[in-house]
């Protein structure tokens, strides 16, 4: 069982950045695939940005060049630096794991990941 918790998460204006944070249970968070979603009201959960077991990464396009993935192993977290932010950034920012085997692909589906955070409120005002 892998709990996860984020943090971070808050009203910027428009152009700003925000840093969220997901802090993750267990022995073995080196060996877990890491993502971050976001679901705004009335939409579906939508993939943001992934970093592998070994340190790869993608990213949405439309957060290619504004949001940084990154993992610290010694302190089992995943973070998320969310730059130029735009009010079609507002959302609840979800973290997620996956511990099952990574085949060394990049995972950006919501059903590839295990487990789940609660979800942080991020919103961007015009």
């Known amino acids: 069982q892998v709990q996860l918790v984020e943090s971070g998460g808050g009203l910027v204006q428009a152009g700003g950045s925000l840093r969220l944070s997901c802090a993750a249970s267990?022995?073995?968070?080196?060996?877990?695939?890491m993502g971050w979603f976001r679901q705004a009201p009335g939409k579906e959960r939508e993939f943001v940005a992934t970093i592998t077991r070994s340190g790869a990464s993608t990213y949405v396009d439309s957060v290619q060049g504004r949001f940084i993935i990154s993992r610290d192993n010694a302190k089992n977290t995943v973070s998320l630096q969310m730059n130029s932010l735009k009010p079609e950034d507002t959302a609840v920012y979800f973290c997620?794991?996956?511990?099952?085997?990574?085949?060394?692909?990049?995972?950006?589906?919501?059903?590839?990941?295990?487990?789940w955070g609660q979800g942080t409120q991020v919103t961007v005002s015009s």
């Open positions: 997620a794991a996956r511990t099952s085997a990574s085949y060394g692909l990049l995972f950006t589906r919501a059903r590839d990941y295990d487990y």
């Open positions: 267990g022995r073995s968070f080196s060996n877990y695939d």
